[in-house]
Nanobody, 116 residues
């Protein structure tokens, strides 16, 4: 059974930085496309960033491009999301996601709240 466990969420001030981490187990992490999604209150879940298995191709939502950085460490089986210059609109539950072919796995989510 694939497992994804997020950590690093919490409260951060506007303009501050926060790094989320996702620890993976139970599947072939090094061939999986990894992504971070988020769901803000009253909104649908949206893709924040994705990273291919090798780690050389990244995609970002327009709202976070230039501020967030997605990375992975295949040796450690972890995916990180470095959030810089956060804004109020970044408040959401952030979910780690793994995709291998048509199979999808989700973490339980970690709460990020941007507040002064």
């Amino acid at each position: 059974q694939a497992q994804l466990v997020e950590s690093g969420g919490g409260v951060v001030q506007p303009g501050g930085s926060l790094t989320l981490s996702c620890a993976a187990s139970g599947f072939m992490f090094n061939v999986a496309t990894m992504s971070w999604y988020r769901q803000a209150p009253g909104k649908e879940r949206e893709l924040v960033a994705s990273l291919n298995s090798v780690g050389n191709r990244k995609n970002y939502a327009d709202s976070v491009r230039g501020r967030f950085i997605i990375s992975r460490d295949n040796a450690k089986k972890t995916v990180a999301l470095q959030m810089n210059n956060v804004e109020d609109a970044d408040t959401a539950v952030y979910y780690c996601h793994a995709k291998i072919g048509t199979a999808n796995s989700w973490g339980q989510g970690t709460q990020v709240r941007v507040s002064s």
